[in-house]
């Protein structure tokens, strides 16, 4: 299990126990964060799981594929150097105390 803190969106933070090998947005669904929606179910094709990264983590976790990339820089709360969708990020154990916030839907 790895520790990732998730902050909801009503600016509540709770650190979860996460699975590796597991999507982030399974993760974080699977600990009942409802404010996640993750309506395409982790295709990478709505946004509905982004999240904004921790300052000094985005360069630690896995490059952003082109899809992903283009999909989240579309979003009206993108956020340069922040935003991924957690959908598209695998939990591994090098992830232990990585923090993310929930963004919010608009």
């Known amino acids: 299990?790895?520790?990732i803190s998730v902050t909801n969106l009503a600016g509540q933070t709770r650190t979860i126990d996460a699975?590796?090998?597991m999507s982030?947005?399974?993760n974080i669904r699977a600990n009942d964060f409802d404010d996640l929606q993750a309506i395409c179910g982790g295709c990478c094709s709505c946004c509905?799981?982004?999240v904004y990264v921790e300052d000094?983590?985005?360069e630690k976790l896995p490059t952003q594929a082109d899809d992903e990339a283009m999909l989240i820089e579309d979003?009206?709360?993108f956020q340069p150097?922040?935003?991924?969708l957690s959908c598209q990020i695998e939990v591994s154990g090098d992830m232990e105390g990585l923090t993310v916030t929930i963004a919010p839907e608009v």
């Open 48 to 50: 509905t799981c982004h």
């Open 75 to 77: 979003s009206e709360c």
């Open 1 to 3: 299990m790895v520790k």
């Open 19 to 21: 699975d590796e090998g």
């Open 56 to 58: 000094g983590w985005y």
């Open 24 to 26: 982030l947005m399974e």
């Open 81 to 84: 150097g922040k935003s991924r």
